[in-house]
């Protein structure tokens, strides 16, 4: 639903655009009701009407459209400006991308989700085609001929269809900004065979300014007369100051003062966490000011969480029935039979985000307005929480959204925001508060810890009559809901509550865990522990049944089936999103097909491993091709992946994506763990929390994207979860060394 | 007092001499292309050439800089974009885009001690460059890229 204004006379882009300037506003519901549950995050606006998105065009024919979504190497910036300015028929290289503030009016802003892409494809080619409709009868009234008779052609310009007049967008943008926006039934958008930017390949908008080193980043945000501050957070989640000598601090060379910042009130959610912080008029001073600080903590109860004991609760939990998701037949009637039964455990632990840039951000408390630069998935939530701790109403605090240096999840919790805020008000000064590596990776909202069970009953070709999956973690609800122990629908839907194989009797369970660190979605969320376990466990059934894993994957997932969620499948999305296994089994044969799926002998070392998921509303298989040297060391030569995310409105950002998540998912599979003792995160910085470099990432991934006419799914995480496994069904095919464990560096592989 | 150059224009230090280059360059002269990642040359994303030789920046003490000719991401052209910057516009390297100032350096620095640098090569002397958003097969045709442009 969009409807769309003519705000030529009261547009907020004044000041940039001359009084002249013809700007449309496109009111429309951008989130529909059932993007909460697939998504991840829980603070997701739902209510009805937003404005959305705004384009601007100058008289000098310059054409502005807003980015209201944050660039974090997501390709939004490029993606969904090229949508508008096709139905616009603009010419792209006049285009110039204004990143937007944070501002309700225009709809989600919380770039998480994979959300971008799928939910404001539709807003945007209305806008553009409004925009230009109007600007067609703008030439009609101009030249005093019937709209019928003008046609904007071929870029940029109108053209008069019985001569050869013509005028150029700008020439016509004064006259268009003082028509009526024409009702959404007068709209003509361009079939798929018009399009001339949509599902064509285009490089991203910024790569010039990021190749220069242009300040574009939260980081590289300077104010005049700002200060600067580094926190000395509580170790333990709950935690407390008990005494603070800062005497050693205050000697520090730059170093202004101390402040302490207020402990949360359970649930943190988007809360600082408290603790110390040193403000200097310098970094690096805050930094050395900050390691000078002797504090004395009162760690609270969370202090008994030691990540080993922890484990095996969670593993013990598996082990017993659990509160029940889905079911489908009657598997316990299938196990009791006493046939053929294959089960296994699986374990992936807790991840932490570590993105490039690590959080940081600038606040500017003036009496009662605050201005905050930041890196923010979620400039509303910023908003929000930033009026929250200060006491003021969420329209008086702006939120500039710079460029992120990487987010993947952990930047659509504002708390640091809220942190340079309470200082600014402290010091009356503009701050910017800035996390080392270390703060990064000890103070993450850490992606869940989970142990999984799977048992299926086997028929005499191996095949499953019966399924039984139930998974145990932390669940991100905890850090909304003090006492959250059980899984939110947004986590059961990726990849648990329903099985993507043809599978008569099945049913999925969830165990309870209690949280004891903060816990948030990482990029891919659930769907990466989850479809760790359904596809290791499939590809064992596969050696079990003395098959091989690609044949037996097809088996599995059959000729091609609706999955019906039944009560767990959130309302709407069925009928635009229908789970189709048919396309499913279309990316797996496609990616075994690119792969030369067993053409090479696999063992001695070499072997090929497959995995399918399908999440974010995106079909993805994964073919992973790997070497292991008799020390255990992997190397990982090519990947192929194969990708149907219905209509791609760039494959190049889509290409982007799908092999910057092999890499991101090698760090998950090779390296990845977050561990706790006493309740502190033993991890720090990249020496002990390391990620795969250029020597250790896939050599070469091949990203195939098959063609579709489905509305437009994910991209930006569906490439990671059957990424992991397929890796390690690949380490199982070379070595004979079965991976249930995460990561593989505890597995005797490195 | 120290001196040095940084980008070719003298500069004097007298601050804390243990204050890192990477946060001279940042906070005192403003130059953000030089980017923070994590503090202890783990990264690469505070990479700067050293008398033409990337180094990390933020390991190197403003106590030891003296005589030293600096050069970052802002001033490795002076006309037009470098070889490199193409061939990273050409193959559409970044993502986010972050990391890639201290990729840019460290190729650079490559490049002119390896002038047509193998898949040896190239991986040894950029696996000390961190990219989280994995361009990493991008940032190796690049740089084989830019090797072809400036044969």
């Known amino acids: 639903m969009i409807t769309i204004e003519n705000v030529s006379r009261r547009s907020f882009l004044q000041g940039m655009l001359s009084a002249s300037a013809f700007v449309l506003c496109a009111r429309i519901v951008p989130r529909p009701p059932w993007a909460e549950a697939v998504g991840a995050s829980p603070t997701i606006d739902t209510t009805a009407f937003h404005p959305g998105m705004f384009v601007g065009i100058q008289s000098d024919g310059t054409v502005y459209i807003v980015a209201h979504r944050s660039e974090m190497g997501n390709g939004v910036r490029t993606s969904l400006p090229r949508i508008l300015a096709d139905e616009l028929d603009a010419d792209w290289s006049r285009v110039k991308v204004i990143q937007s503030d944070g501002d309700e009016r225009y709809g989600s802003q919380d770039t998480d989700g994979s959300h971008s892409v799928r939910e404001f494809f539709d807003a945007m080619r209305e806008a553009g085609a409004t925009a230009r409709l109007m600007l067609v009868r703008a030439a009609a009234q101009q030249w005093g001929i019937p709209e019928s008779q003008c046609v904007a052609d071929p870029v940029h310009v109108v053209s008069d269809k019985s001569s050869s007049r013509k005028m150029g967008y700008g020439e016509l943008a004064a006259i268009a900004a003082k028509l009526s926006v024409p009702k959404k039934e007068e709209l003509k958008l361009k079939s798929p065979q018009e399009w001339r930017y949509i599902g064509k390949p285009a490089p991203g908008s910024d790569v010039a300014d990021i190749c220069s080193g242009k300040p574009l980043f939260g980081m590289d945000v300077r104010v005049d007369g700002m200060l600067y501050a580094a926190i000395a957070h509580p170790p333990v989640l709950g935690g407390k100051v008990k005494t603070v000598d800062d005497s050693a601090t205050l000697k520090v060379t730059g170093v202004k003062k101390t402040i302490s910042i207020d402990p949360f009130t359970p649930p943190h959610a988007f809360q600082p966490l408290g603790g110390v912080a040193v403000v200097a008029d310098n970094t690096f001073a805050a930094f050395k000011g900050r390691n000078r600080l002797k504090i004395e903590w009162d760690n609270g109860s969370h202090a008994a969480y030691t990540s080993a004991e922890y484990k095996k609760q969670l593993q013990q939990t598996a082990r017993q029935a659990g509160k029940v998701i889905h079911s489908v037949g009657d598997p316990d009637a299938e196990f009791a039979k006493g046939g053929k039964i294959f089960e296994a455990e699986y374990f992936a632990p807790h991840l932490a985000h570590a993105s490039m840039e690590p959080p940081v951000a600038v606040a500017d408390v003036q009496a009662d307005k605050v201005t905050v630069w930041s890196p923010t998935q979620n400039p509303q939530g910023v908003q929000e929480q930033v009026a929250k701790a200060l006491g003021l109403k969420k329209e008086d605090v702006t939120c500039h959204v710079t460029f992120l240096g990487g987010g993947f999840g952990r930047k659509s919790k504002p708390d640091y925001a809220v942190e340079a805020a309470v200082l600014s008000k402290k010091t009356g000064k503009p701050v910017k508060v800035v996390w080392s590596r270390e703060d990064d990776i000890k103070f993450d909202y850490f992606h869940s810890v989970a142990a999984m069970y799977i048992k299926a009953a086997l028929d005499d070709t191996g095949k499953p009559n019966a399924w039984l999956q139930r998974s145990v973690f932390p669940p991100i609800g905890s850090s909304f809901e003090k006492d959250a122990v059980y899984s939110g629908a947004g986590e059961m839907s990726q990849g648990w509550n329903v099985s993507p194989f043809d599978i008569p009797n099945f049913r999925s369970e969830n165990g309870q865990a209690t949280a004891h660190i903060r816990i948030g979605w990482l990029r891919s969320v659930a769907n990466i522990y989850h479809a760790f376990a359904v596809q290791t466990f499939a590809n064992e059934l596969a050696y079990n049944a003395n098959r091989d894993p690609y044949d037996y994957l097809l088996t599995l997932i059959g000729s091609g089936h609706i999955v019906d969620a039944g009560a767990q499948g959130p309302p709407g999305i069925a009928e635009k999103y229908p789970y189709d296994t048919a396309r499913l089994r279309r990316v797996a044969e496609l990616a075994a097909a690119k792969a030369n799926w067993g053409k090479k002998k696999s063992g001695k070392g070499s072997g090929m491993g497959i995995a399918v998921h399908r999440s974010f509303l995106t079909y993805v298989a994964t073919v992973v091709e790997v070497e292991v040297d008799s020390t255990g060391a992997i190397r990982i030569p090519h990947v192929t992946t194969a990708v149907d995310a219905g209509i791609v409105a760039n494959p190049e950002m889509v290409r982007q994506q799908f092999e910057g998540a092999a890499v991101f998912g090698t760090s998950i599979a090779r390296t990845g763990e977050i561990t706790a003792t006493n309740g502190a995160i033993d991890q720090s910085n990249f020496s002990d929390y390391p990620v795969a470099r250029m020597n250790d990432a896939p050599y070469q991934v091949d990203v195939h994207i098959v063609e579709s006419t489905a509305p437009p799914a994910g991209a930006g995480e569906p490439g990671v979860p059957p990424f992991v496994p397929a890796l390690c069904n690949a380490v199982f095919a070379a070595t004979g060394k079965r991976v249930r464990e995460l990561p593989l560096t505890r597995n005797g592989f490195a | ?151």
Request: proline residues 5%; charged residues 20%.
């Open chain 2, 1 to 151: 007092m120290t001196h040095f150059k940084v980008n070719g224009l003298d500069q004097s230090f007298d601050g804390d001499p243990e204050m890192p280059l990477l946060w001279y360059l940042r906070d005192i002269l403003g130059l953000t292309g030089t980017k923070f990642g994590c503090g202890m040359a783990l990264c690469g994303a505070c990479t700067v050439l050293q008398d033409g030789k990337a180094i990390r920046s933020c390991i190197k003490q403003m106590g030891t800089v003296g005589g030293l000719e600096i050069t970052t991401i802002e001033a490795i052209s002076s006309h037009g974009p470098h070889a490199v910057q193409k061939a990273w516009a050409e193959v559409n390297v970044p993502q986010c885009g972050y990391c890639q100032p201290g990729q840019i350096m460290q190729a650079v620095s490559l490049l002119s001690s390896t002038p047509r640098p193998s898949d040896d090569d190239i991986d040894s002397v950029m696996a000390g460059n961190i990219c989280r958003c994995g361009t990493y097969q991008r940032i190796r045709a690049a740089i084989k890229e830019a090797a072809k442009e400036r044969a």
